[in-house]
């Protein structure tokens, strides 16, 4: 995907609940930059920033969801479960 293209999916598109225009290659499900907006989804739930969304969420919910994600998009999302979960463990233990 073209970089000039990453603001958009930066603003609307979520971690947890996908890329709002459907695409694989998704730079933000992808981590190949950062989010950059709360989705509707994810507000309505309480969160309000980007660094709630990562910390808030505990191991077990976050591995859901991403395996979640695995299998609807098909996507390789190993490596990004991996940092997170690294990321979580690190904020837990440390
Ligand atoms: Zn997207
Ligand atoms: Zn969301």
């Given at each position: ?69 695995q299998?609807?998009t098909g996507l ?19």
């Amino acid at each position: 995907m073209d970089k000039s293209k990453y603001g958009v999916h930066e603003r609307h598109c979520c971690v947890r609940h996908g890329c709002k225009y459907g695409d694989k290659d998704c730079p933000v499900i992808n981590e190949l930059t950062k989010q950059d907006n709360i989705c509707e989804e994810c507000s309505d739930e309480g969160i309000k920033t980007v660094d709630e969304l990562v910390t808030k969420k505990d191991i077990e919910t976050l591995r859901n969801i991403l395996e979640h994600y695995q299998e609807m998009t098909g996507l390789n999302v190993k490596n990004l479960s991996h940092k997170i979960i690294k990321t979580l463990e690190g904020s837990y233990y440390y």
